[in-house]
């Protein structure tokens, strides 16, 4: 009996061996959003320090070190069809990982605006300008710093952040519908606006839409971009801390009225700047 307990105890403790052996083998991969909205971020962290690499739905994902973990983020577009996608994790000398990804739908509000009378132009002529304002800031989003600058973090741009128009809402303008990839931010004209994490002031320029604008590079294709402000504190070219003031808000360029527009850029998508904050950790 004793000698057929003690076969048993060895068998048990060769399995449980095995099983430990296979999980350390396989990259640890820890998911933060698995189930995004379209206009989300998906962060991947591999908690083992090894070279990662990886794919979602086919496209390429790039890792940076993050703390002790390697990560990676990537944009869930707002047009992105409500499916399953296939996200593959491999990570140097470990068998590869197939997650899948599923984006959830969503409906965006829709609401009736008008275009500003100092912009001297109609429904069509906006939609122009706003094409033309877009091409003038592209390359600046393009750029892929390779270094990880936002390393404190992000926080939200105002010290007190009331949400007016939210990320995605479609505009009905006449005849044209243009959908509002930002976020904006009630706020009085002055009030201080704060950079969302540490980054560097790719850009501080004016335009006919954007108005007084500043962008932020944080590193890996991560862009903040801050439109329409009255003030602006800082120049190209500075490295900022995160929570560093700006400018002011205002109403320049495309504005019904004084309030912060806040973009948020990931490798070249526009995502939902206030999901991007409370998700990134
Ligand atoms: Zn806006």
Partial sequence: ?????????????????????????APEVKIINPSPYPGDIVIVDLMNPNTASGTFDGSPLKFFSYGKMMRSIFPIPVTKRAADYKLNVESYGSPPVEIVITVRPKIFPRLALG????????P???????????????????????????????????????????????RITGSQTIRHLGADFRGRTGTKVYAIGAGLASVAGFDEIYGNHVILDHGFGVFSFYLHLNQMLIKTGEFLK?????????????????HLHLTLKVKGVSVDPVRFVTLFR
Avoid at 129 to 150: N, Y
Wanted: proline fraction near 6%; charge should be positive; aromatic fraction near 8%.
């Fill in 1 to 25: 009996m004793l000698a057929n307990a003690n076969r048993k105890m060895i068998i048990l403790t060769t399995l449980f061996f095995l099983t430990v052996g296979e999980t350390a083998a």
């Fill in 115 to 122: 275009v500003p009378k100092k912009l001297e132009t109609t």
């Fill in 124 to 170: 069509k002529g906006l939609v122009q300008k706003i094409v033309a304002s877009k091409r003038g800031v592209e390359s600046a989003f393009q750029r892929e710093t390779p270094v990880w600058l936002a390393t404190t973090g992000f926080g939200l741009p105002l010290a007190v952040n009331r949400l007016g128009s939210p990320f995605g809402e479609m």
């Fill in 242 to 258: 995160r929570g560093t003031p700006i400018g002011t808000i205002g109403e320049t360029g495309y504005a019904t009225g004084p």
